[in-house]
């Protein structure tokens, strides 16, 4: 039977994980579809690049290549977060399991589970900046990639927003019981600054993207 330790996420098919995610198996669950969310963005403006090939793109396809490069690390270590997030939660659910009959007990599970929680809150983090690269390479591919594929670097956009949103959820869920103020501020101070940054190039992109496709 395959656990949440062991879930290796690149080894099921659509419908498998579709079936898997549908089910009462707590994982995957949230933190790896913000995870595939992302990955998925970066696959998306891979494409665009790969179709922004031959003489019309003559000028551009070094830039074009790095982007594509960039954007397939992306993918990969965002599929990497992704199956990084059941292992986490893994280790909570490790921790809310320890035994508490006494004190020493008690203060042996506190700890540990402090550790898992913050260990748990830094995943989706990492998720969060891994994907928030990816929006000035979007922003660029939306001026020098082709032009009939403008409308999937707007999806890519929709879902590297989806991802951030959905990640920072997954961070909040876990800094909620965290004991450590300056901890829980670092990560809130860290969520404010990517969704800030989110905002301003979402909309500059966006503006390209509905100017081209009518």
Do not use: W
Not at 118 to 139: F, H, I, N, Q, Y
Request: with cysteine; proline share 2%.
């Amino acid at each position: 039977m395959t656990t949440a330790a062991d879930l290796q996420l690149e080894t099921l098919d659509i419908e498998s994980y579709l079936a898997r995610l549908a089910s009462s198996a707590s994982t995957p669950g949230g933190g790896a579809v913000a995870g595939l969310a992302g990955a998925q963005a970066a696959a998306l403006l891979s494409m665009v690049c790969n179709l922004s090939r031959g003489e019309p793109f003559a000028d551009v396809s070094e830039t074009i290549d790095e982007i594509n490069q960039s954007c397939e690390a992306a993918r990969n270590k965002l599929l990497i977060l992704a199956n990084d997030d059941a292992r986490a939660f893994k280790g909570v659910m490790n921790a809310h399991g320890l035994p508490k009959s006494n004190a020493g007990e008690k203060s042996t599970r506190s700890n540990a589970l402090q550790l898992a929680l913050g260990a748990a809150a830094e995943v989706p983090l990492k998720v969060m900046r891994k994907t928030s690269r990816l929006l000035p390479l979007a922003d660029r591919l939306a001026d020098i990639g082709n032009s009939n594929l403008i409308s999937d670097v707007g999806v890519a956009v929709y879902l590297i927003d989806a991802t951030l949103h959905s990640a920072r959820l997954n961070i909040l869920i876990n800094t909620r019981q965290l004991k450590n103020k300056a901890l829980v501020d670092g990560f809130k101070e860290s969520v404010a600054d990517l969704l800030k940054n989110l905002k301003q190039h979402k909309a500059s992109i966006l503006d390209k993207v509905n100017s081209q496709v009518g």
